[in-house]
């Protein structure tokens, strides 16, 4: 740990202590993008590193979580998508006992109490007030609010962060909660602290890092992008109907590609070549290059210029943190009156 992140004690919010983070800097699992090198990075550097299991066998989680091991005795969470929950690798990860286990874009339900059961603490990411809620009835120990802003699975109609903040802090209090989407800099991150949040969870800025294994075409392709060039892929839905069963109805947002240019604005017709072009998708999938077809990444992607290691995006993220809350500290004037 370096001496300079030791010592910021100023970002170090209550769920630093239930985390055991040394900022409040947690990195998003964004799939496949979540090599063992860039979850133990982020932990080292003091943050919370998340392995993305979605999509992995038993075998590849439990090989990741014993790699990110060999590299950092710190603690990091295991995420699952709880739509497409897979019952072994869930296993292998509670067997693995890791400190945190975190779900999304589904109502985890007795999946909860398996994690805790287990030792972990658990997280896990809503978009909406009412999705808040009910995750707090479930006993979660931590919440993310994620803005309409963010990359990856969201709303389809969704609410900025700085809308959905407030209101979930102000809902779920004391449970804490992090920020998702429309964080890429420390002043995204103290944005958030005076919203009410007590930390935030970064994707599309830890996706351009050294040690993210998203393939270098996507990496380049954030660097050079507009945030008006990231676009919700709504044609998604007639591709792959909602799940039901507590699953959210949420859409890719993504950077433009051909596929997502051919098929934005044709959801009906996506709905009649669902099968193919689920299949296309699912190849994707097992080769590993989603990427070409949807690559997942946040609006703040117009803000990222440079791939940096994970521990300097951390350090730059806290700095640039304290920086932004002492300046707002100086526009407030004391009464004489």
């Not at 900022?23 to 979540?34: E, F, G, K, L």
């Not at 080769?287 to 992607?301: D, K, V």
Request: proline content about 5%.
């Amino acid at each position: 740990m370096s001496e300079r992140v030791g010592r910021r004690a100023m970002l170090r919010t209550p769920v630093c202590d239930l985390l055991d983070m040394k900022v409040p800097i947690m990195q998003a699992a964004i799939w496949p993008a979540t090599a063992p090198e860039l979850v133990a990075a982020v932990s080292e550097a003091g943050g919370l590193g998340s392995i993305g299991s979605v999509f992995e066998s038993a075998e590849s989680v439990q090989r990741q979580i014993a790699r990110v091991r060999e590299i950092t005795p710190r603690p990091f969470a295991v995420n699952h998508v709880v739509p497409l929950l897979d019952e072994a690798a869930f296993r292998a990860t509670l067997e693995a006992q890791p400190a945190v286990v975190s779900f999304a874009l589904g109502d985890p339900e007795e999946l909860v109490e398996r994690a805790h059961d287990a030792g972990a603490k658990v997280i896990h990411q809503i978009h909406t007030l009412g999705q808040a809620r009910k995750a707090n009835e479930l006993g979660v120990d931590v919440i993310i609010a994620q803005g309409s802003e963010a990359g990856g699975q969201g709303m389809a109609v969704g609410v900025g962060a700085m809308a959905l903040l407030p209101q979930v802090a102000d809902a779920v209090d004391p449970i804490p909660v992090l920020a998702a989407g429309g964080v890429a800099d420390g002043r995204g991150l103290a944005a958030a602290l005076v919203l009410g949040a007590q930390g935030a969870n970064v994707g599309t800025r830890f996706l351009a890092s050294e040690e993210a294994s998203a393939e270098e075409g996507w990496k380049r392709a954030i660097l050079q992008t507009e945030s008006e060039d990231v676009v919700r892929f709504e044609a998604w839905e007639g591709i792959f109907p909602p799940a039901g069963g507590g699953a959210y109805a949420t859409v890719p947002r993504v950077l433009r590609t051909p596929f997502v240019r051919e098929w934005s604005g044709r959801t009906e017709e996506a709905r009649k070549e669902a099968q193919r072009l689920r299949d296309e998708i699912r190849s994707a999938i097992r080769g590993r290059t989603t990427h070409e077809l949807l690559p997942f990444t946040g609006q703040t992607a117009g803000m990222v210029r440079d791939i940096l290691p994970a521990r300097e995006i951390v350090e730059r993220m806290v700095s640039e943190a304290e920086l932004a809350l002492t300046r707002a500290g100086e526009y407030s004037t004391t009464s004489g009156g």
